[in-house]
C-alpha cells in the first residue's frame, strides 16, 4: 500500500527557514496538500495542488513536489508557525484512497 | 464563508452505531464534495470517506464495511453512521469540502467533535 513519510519532527530558530518533506513512491506524479493544525484546532490548508497558496495564508508559506519527495518550505519562521503539519495525497488508481501522512511537529526554538 | 459544525453523541457503547450530522452554512451543498476524517487522540488523520451532493459515495476500504455517508440538501447536511464501533474507533470526527475537481483536498474543515467509545 502507499504510504507517506514524513520527519516527526522539525526545529528552526525565529527568523530562519523550515523545511518539512513527505516521501513516496512517486509522489511527484500525485498532487500534494499540506495542513497545519495547532494544538486543539481543525487543521487549516496551506498549500494545495503542490505549491498553491489559499488566500490568507502568508507568501512565507510554499510547496514543491518531484520525483519521490514533496517539501513544505516555511521561510522567515514565526513563533505562530509552531504547529503540526500534514501531508495529503489522493490516489485516483486505487479505490480513490485518500492518504495523510504521519505529521511532522514544528518546534520554533 | 462556508462553515461547517459537527453535532452528535460524545459518547457510543461498544458494538453500537455511531452517528455524526455535519452541518453547512454560509453557502449551499449543492455541486460540492464532503468528507468525514477521523483523528484519534495524540494521533494523525485517517480519511472515513466522502459524498457528493447527488449521493455518490467513496469509503475508506479500511472501514466500508461498517461506513455510511448519506446527504440531505434541504437541509444542507451531510451525515455520518459507523455501526460496530469499538474503543478503537474512538477519535475527534471532522467534516470538510472538498473544494475543486481533479484531486481531493479539504478545506474548509469543521471544528471537529470528540467520540469516545465506552460502556
Redesign the interface.
Known amino acids: 500500500s502507499y504510504v507517506l513519510t514524513q520527519p516527526p519532527s522539525v526545529s528552526v530558530a525565529p527568523g530562519k527557514t523550515a523545511t518539512i518533506t513527505c516521501g513516496g513512491n512517486n509522489i511527484g506524479t500525485k ?1 500534494v ?1 499540506w ?1 497545519q493544525q495547532k494544538p486543539g ?5 496551506v498549500i ?2 503542490d505549491r498553491d497558496r ?1 488566500s490568507g495564508i502568508p507568501e512565507r508559506f510554499s510547496g514543491s513536489n518531484s520525483g519521490n519527495t514533496a517539501t513544505l518550505t516555511i521561510s522567515r519562521v514565526e513563533a505562530g508557525d509552531e504547529a503540526d503539519f ?1 501531508c ?1 495525497v ?1 490516489d ?1 488508481s486505487r ?9 511532522t511537529k514544528l518546534t520554533v526554538l | 464563508q462556508v462553515q461547517l459544525q459537527e453535532s452528535g453523541p460524545g459518547l457510543v457503547k461498544p458494538s453500537e452505531t455511531l452517528s455524526l450530522t455535519c452541518t453547512v452554512s454560509g453557502g449551499s451543498i449543492n455541486f460540492y464534495y464532503w468528507a468525514w476524517i477521523r483523528q484519534p487522540p495524540g494521533e494523525g488523520f485517517e480519511w472515513i470517506g466522502y459524498i457528493y451532493y447527488s449521493g455518490s459515495t467513496d469509503y475508506n476500504p479500511s472501514l466500508k464495511s461498517r461506513v455510511t455517508i448519506s446527504v440531505d440538501t434541504s437541509k444542507n447536511q451531510f451525515s455520518l453512521n459507523l455501526t460496530s464501533v469499538t474503543a478503537a474507533d474512538t477519535a475527534i470526527y471532522y467534516c470538510a469540502r472538498i473544494p475543486t475537481s481533479g484531486s481531493v483536498w479539504f478545506d474548509p474543515w469543521g471544528q471537529g467533535t470528540l467520540v469516545t467509545v465506552s460502556s
Open positions: 498532487s496538500h495542513y484546532q481543525a487543521p487549516v490548508v494545495y495542488y489559499p500534514y495529503q489522493w485516483s479505490d480513490h484512497l485518500v492518504l495523510f501522512g504521519g505529521g
